[in-house]
């Protein structure tokens, strides 16, 4: 099934996807009904007794970030073979891990605004949200514990990310790493058997991976985060991104002002940005 959060006559809801429309359900977004004990019988009982009962068109709805509040967003900086080593970087024994904030999130068809950084990169991933609570789990323990799957861009200030050697500041600028446009739940959906991530500028496909290839699973990184820090309903973790960021071309490749960025996962959705920035001349 797919989830969303969507806004409709001036309120939000979460909604579950019927062809081309979207039922409402009885939250105010998508955390808030994960954070529900029963949220998956609710889930199940709209698609199952009442298919389509007050859906609403798509053209009258605006599709949000799904998972709007997490309380941890966490990111795994180097997971794909190929973009670790064109990063010049042996293959990891743990993963590499930073934080973002929710403030970080925006909407699947949001304008990226970044007027303090002329070293604007984009990263493709496939973002997990968790479903239950998860401390100390075992890797088949994290797996059950998957609500769904949906895509994000890690756009990556590297001009602030290089200031120092802690990557925070270049990757938790507000409102910068979109999020949607829906979430595919994990009975769906497999990324251990393989899905694509792509990511196009301007027309030109610049990055193309696939999570099979992944070094850390998505179920062996929630089990290894876990096991320092709790995480619960609704968080998000980034996986990481494939081969093909700007930084790693020759000469780097950054982004400008009214360039177009498409983020798809064939299977969950297709994420559209346009970038708004000012700034031409180094900080």
């Known amino acids: 099934m797919k989830l969303a959060t969507i806004r409709h006559a001036g309120s939000t809801t979460a909604a579950l996807v019927v062809g081309d429309a979207f039922q409402p359900l009885p939250a105010g977004n998508l955390s808030d009904l994960l954070g529900m004990p029963a949220w998956k019988q609710i889930v199940s009982e709209a698609a199952s007794e009442h298919p389509g009962l007050a859906a609403v068109p798509a053209s009258d709805v605006e599709i949000l970030n799904p998972v709007p509040t997490p309380a941890k967003v966490i990111c795994c900086g180097l997971n794909y073979s190929d973009h670790i080593l064109e990063m010049g970087r042996d293959l990891p024994a743990y993963p590499t891990l930073f934080a973002k904030f929710a403030d970080t999130l925006t909407d699947p068809d949001a304008q990226i605004v970044a007027d303090e950084s002329v070293d604007l990169d984009w990263e493709a991933e496939l973002a997990v949200v968790v479903g239950t609570t998860l401390q100390n789990a075992r890797e088949d323990e994290a797996a059950a514990a998957i609500a769904g799957y949906t895509v994000a861009n890690d756009i990556s200030m590297r001009d602030w990310q290089r200031r120092t050697l802690q990557w925070l500041q270049g990757k938790a600028f507000d409102r910068t790493t979109p999020l949607g446009p829906v979430m595919v739940t994990a009975d769906e959906i497999n990324p251990e058997a393989g899905l694509e991530v792509i990511c196009t500028l301007n027309g030109t496909e610049v990055q193309r991976g696939n999570t099979k290839t992944l ?69």
């Open 215 to 283: 070094v850390f699973s998505a179920a062996k990184l929630l089990s290894y985060i876990s096991t320092f820090t709790i995480l619960r309903p609704g968080d998000v973790v980034l996986t990481g991104t494939p081969g093909g960021v700007g930084m790693g071309m020759n000469p780097p490749l950054f982004l400008k002002d009214g360039d177009e960025l498409i983020t798809e996962i064939p299977g969950i959705g297709t994420l559209r940005n346009i970038v708004r920035t000012r700034v031409t001349a180094d900080l």
